[in-house]
């Protein structure tokens, strides 16, 4: 009953978030200017009476507040128009381009967390050891280093001078990518997810290491580890049950916060590997100043994060029972 | 009026004393933290070689952008050799005289991010912190927007728009010519980077604003404005330090990643944007990719590193 109540007053609580965080991004892609005129100004041959009729079509002769509300009434609907590039629905386009950056991100999400949880817990029970300081010293240079460049190093080691693995793309087109010389679209498929893959679970760990190490830390001087040992329970005990516990939730906050965002993809690094995913396909929106696709994608990538946020509080509530969700 | 005149000074003198012995532990704690110090070493040659660019080049700066004409004279594509430590472009310029007039625009992004990030960040969060209720109630809101927001999205498009108004390349302020572009890419930054880490200093400031010196400084008829400024600022100043520090680090980072995705300053060769002119061509010269990138690498490094030594002297509870 509880659970319900606290569901229904955060849904609630979401709706205001939503509309301002609309109303932002509306406003300021309207107030850049005309839309039609960005879109054809590459375009010679195109005549007034053309853009007039384009205006008509897309409803940019409207004022703002109408269009807003039209745009909202679709919305709230699950239609968010057509791409001002090719007219397709921004639905399909972003149906297409969801699940490959799913795919690609929650591997890499799983593989990060679960990698991270023994070097973490080691490196702060062995603090100050050559493998605390060796694996401190990689994360931190992780957390420094750009995540695309990574990437355009794998591609310039792995694909240019070893020629391993192929460096664009999700799928082999128009032949399949050759593992140990076999075709098949599942090994190929696999062939093209390694390396963005590795790339980004490498550029999370490396957060998730710093993170938990530091909670382990903090957690292992606690009084009440001290009485854990005192009372001879064994040391895996302590660690994996009454340590691991406290010090996880930073990780578990981190963990939502990046399964929202993630969604978006990682723009430059699915840039990088010529991903077919949302985040590029933002990226080329972007810079089309293609505005009911840069609308569609913001707005499903603010609703995922606000979701994946309360789904981190009710998971602490699971975790720790000392939380209460009311 | 003596009274209050003589109970400012005895107050300034107790706080620059305690103060100034305060930042000398920490000094000397910082000394003993090596990588802390090697961030502070690289962080030094850096602005060194941004203030003395033009002597450390061997090739001047593009004059257009645009155009490629300082070097294009049968050595383009040429790998790293005496001449070009760092190999030349497949368009002919040398690559590290380009990192080298980069070094200028790196730091003003890292500086200029910064110091409006933390300008935000500070007000936001003392205020809401000690004022507490309403502006509190209404801070806290605004603080929550901006952390859903996915930011890079949206500097994105600012950032294309921008690019689109196509401004005056360049301010001239006092014979120094400022990129404009550049600069409003640095507002955009700092305008979503502040949001996280307002709540931590409002929570720090939650917890300040009960101590004994802040209540005694309210009895004696301190404002809240007078608190704020003289008596919580410089006490949560260790903290704001370490959140600058490691703000510049993710300020050059996205920088790079925007002009790497071509949505940087089109009249500034940042190191970002070397890395897009190159990306196309990096099967060949790969050096023209690779370098860029190890700069920046260890630019944030070396900020990186300095904040985590910065928060360890400044942190005592940390130190065990």
């Known amino acids: 009953m509880g659970l319900m109540k606290y569901l229904v007053r955060r849904l609630i609580y979401m709706i205001p978030l939503i509309l301002g965080i609309s109303i932002v991004v509306f406003m300021v892609m309207y107030a850049a200017g005309d839309p039609i005129q960005i879109a054809t100004a590459g375009n010679p041959s195109i005549t007034e009476a053309q853009r007039q009729f384009l205006r008509e079509y897309y409803g940019l002769n409207d004022p703002l507040p109408v269009q807003y509300l039209r745009w909202l009434d679709h919305f709230l609907h699950f239609d968010f128009g057509k791409s001002l590039y090719g007219g397709k629905p921004v639905n399909e386009i972003i149906s297409i381009y969801f699940w490959e950056t799913l795919k690609l991100q929650l591997v890499s999400i799983i593989l990060a967390f679960a990698i991270s949880i023994p070097i973490g817990i080691y490196s702060a029970v062995k603090q100050r050891s050559w493998f605390d300081y060796l694996f401190s010293g990689i994360s931190i240079a992780g957390v420094s280093f750009p995540v695309f460049f990574l990437g355009i190093i794998f591609i310039l080691v792995f694909s240019y001078q070893l020629g391993w693995l192929p460096s664009a793309g999700a799928h082999g087109a128009p032949q399949l990518w050759p593992v140990f010389g076999i075709q098949h679209p599942l090994l190929d498929e696999l062939a093209h997810l390694v390396m963005p893959a590795t790339v980004l679970t490498l550029a999370g760990l490396a957060y998730n290491t710093r993170l938990l190490r530091a909670g382990m830390l903090e957690v292992l001087r606690q009084d009440y580890i001290m009485a854990a040992r005192a009372s001879g329970i064994p040391e895996r005990r302590i660690l994996f049950k009454y340590a691991l516990k406290n010090a996880i939730m930073p990780l578990i906050t981190l963990l939502g916060m990046s399964i929202g965002f993630a969604i978006a993809g990682a723009p430059a690094t699915e840039t990088v590997f010529s991903w077919p995913g949302l985040g590029r396909a933002y990226v080329t929106a972007a810079s089309r100043l293609d505005f009911p696709l840069i609308m569609g994608i913001t707005m499903i990538i603010t609703i995922m994060i606000l979701v994946a946020n309360l789904i981190t509080d009710i998971s602490y509530a699971a975790i720790d029972p000392r939380i209460s969700i009311d | ?320």
Do not use: C
């Not at chain 2, 940087?264 to 990306?279: C, V």
């Open chain 2, 1 to 320: 009026m003596v009274r209050l005149a003589l109970r400012d000074r005895v107050n300034s003198e107790a706080q620059e004393r305690r103060s100034a012995s305060q930042w000398a532990v920490a000094w000397r704690r910082f000394k003993k933290h090596k990588s802390g110090l090697f961030g502070l070493g690289m962080i030094v040659a850096l602005v060194l070689v941004a203030i003395f660019h033009s002597f450390i080049a061997p090739y001047p700066a593009r004059p257009d952008p645009g155009a490629f004409s300082p070097l294009y004279e049968g050595e383009a594509g040429q790998p790293p050799s005496w001449k070009h430590p760092f190999g030349t472009t497949i368009m002919g310029t040398d690559v590290f005289s380009e990192l080298v007039h980069g070094t200028v625009y790196t730091l003003y992004v890292a500086i200029g991010t910064t110091l409006i990030a933390m300008l935000i960040t500070v007000v936001v969060g003392i205020s809401s912190g000690y004022l507490g209720r309403k502006v509190d109630d209404v801070l806290m809101r605004i603080t929550e927007v901006f952390l859903v927001f996915p930011s890079l999205l949206l500097i994105l498009v600012f950032a294309r728009i921008y690019q689109l108004v196509n401004p005056e390349p360049f301010w001239n302020v006092l014979g120094i010519s400022i990129p404009v572009n550049l600069t409003m890419i640095v507002i955009i930054v700092a305008v979503f980077a502040w949001a996280g880490n307002a709540r931590v200093i409002r929570g720090e400031v939650m917890a300040l604003k009960e101590k004994e010196f802040i209540q005694a400084a309210k009895s004696l008829g301190a404002g809240s404005r007078w608190i704020m400024l003289r008596h919580i600022f410089p006490n949560i100043l260790p903290q704001v330090i370490v959140i600058a520090t490691l703000t510049m680090a993710s300020a050059v980072l996205i920088e790079a990643v925007v002009s790497f995705l071509g949505f940087g300053d089109p009249n500034t060769i940042t190191w970002g944007r070397m890395m897009e002119e190159s990306f196309q061509d990096m099967s060949t010269t790969w050096w023209a990719e690779v370098f860029p990138g190890l700069a920046v690498f260890f630019t944030v490094l070396a900020f990186n590193l300095m904040g985590d030594g910065i928060s360890d002297a400044l942190n005592p509870r940390l130190r065990e």
